[in-house]
C-alpha cells in the first residue's frame, strides 16, 4: 500500500468496554460494527471483522492496511486487539498502524471544543489524562491522575469522558462535554491511522505493543 492509497482498510479498537471494529472502502464510505458485551471481545472480534468484509463485499485478502487502537485502555482488551491485527497482518503482509485513542479522537474535538481533557478509566479512582491542545496529539502526554487530580490540570480546558459517565466527576464550572455533543467513533480511529501512515509509515510487527501507560505489578508464585 502507497502512502496515498484509498484501498480498504480495517480498523480494531478493543481497548474499551465497547468493542468497534471498521472497514474503509475506496470510495471512503466506513462500514462499522459495535458489541457492547463487555469482557467477550475475544469471542466477538472475527465474527466482528467476517461481518463488516462481508458487508463490503470483500475478503480479507483485498485489505490493504490495519489500523488498530494501542490504547490506553483495558489490559485483555489491548491484548485481544493486537493480537487479532497481528495475525492478520502478517498473514496477509500489509502494513499495522497503531494509534492511541487520545491521538483518534484529538482532532475531532479540538476542532469542535477547542482545548480539550480527555479521561479514561485506568486502575479505582485514577484515570489516564490527557490535554489536547491541537489537531494532533503526543502520546508521552498521556499520565495517570487521581480524581481529586485532575480540575487542578485542566488549564481552563474542557472535559470529555470515555468509555465511564463524566457526570460522575463534579466540577466547579460547566465543562464537561457530552456524549451526545461527541461520540468516539471507528471511524476517528481510522483518519489518525491513515494520517500518521502518510507522515511515518508503518509500526513494526515485532515491536508494537499496547500502549498501558503505567507498569503492572507481576504476580509471582508462592
Not at 484529538?106 to 479505582?124: H, K, N, Y
Not at 490540570?153 to 466527576?169: K, M, R
Not at 494520517?195 to 507481576?218: C, H, M, R, S, W
Request: net charge negative; hydrophobic share 45%.
Amino acid at each position: 500500500m502507497t502512502n496515498n492509497s484509498a484501498g480498504h482498510i480495517l480498523a480494531i479498537d478493543s481497548s474499551t468496554s465497547v468493542l468497534r471494529i471498521g472497514l474503509r472502502l475506496p470510495n471512503e464510505e466506513i462500514i462499522s460494527r459495535e458489541n457492547k458485551d463487555r469482557f467477550r471481545h475475544a469471542e466477538f472480534i472475527f465474527e466482528l471483522i467476517k461481518d463488516v468484509l462481508k458487508a463490503g463485499s470483500i475478503n480479507k485478502n483485498s485489505l490493504e492496511a490495519i489500523v488498530l487502537s494501542i490504547g490506553p485502555g483495558s489490559f485483555t482488551g489491548l491484548r485481544v486487539g493486537m493480537s487479532a491485527a497481528k495475525g492478520l497482518a502478517v498473514a496477509l503482509d500489509i502494513p499495522l498502524i497503531g494509534v492511541t485513542t487520545f491521538s483518534a479522537v484529538a482532532r475531532g474535538l479540538f476542532e469542535q471544543f477547542g482545548p480539550t481533557a480527555v479521561l479514561i478509566p485506568s486502575r479505582r479512582d485514577e484515570f489516564y489524562f490527557g490535554l489536547i491542545e491541537a489537531a494532533e496529539f503526543d502520546q508521552d502526554n498521556i499520565v495517570i491522575l487521581k480524581t481529586d487530580e485532575i480540575e487542578s490540570n485542566l488549564n481552563n480546558a474542557n472535559v470529555y469522558g470515555i468509555d465511564f459517565d463524566i457526570s460522575t466527576i463534579q466540577f466547579s464550572k460547566d465543562i464537561a462535554i457530552n456524549i451526545v455533543d461527541y461520540k468516539v467513533g471507528i471511524a476517528d480511529f481510522i483518519a489518525s491511522g491513515m494520517e500518521k501512515y502518510k507522515t511515518d509509515g508503518a509500526d513494526d510487527l515485532f515491536l508494537i505493543e499496547p500502549f498501558y501507560a503505567q507498569n503492572f505489578p507481576v504476580k509471582r508464585p508462592k
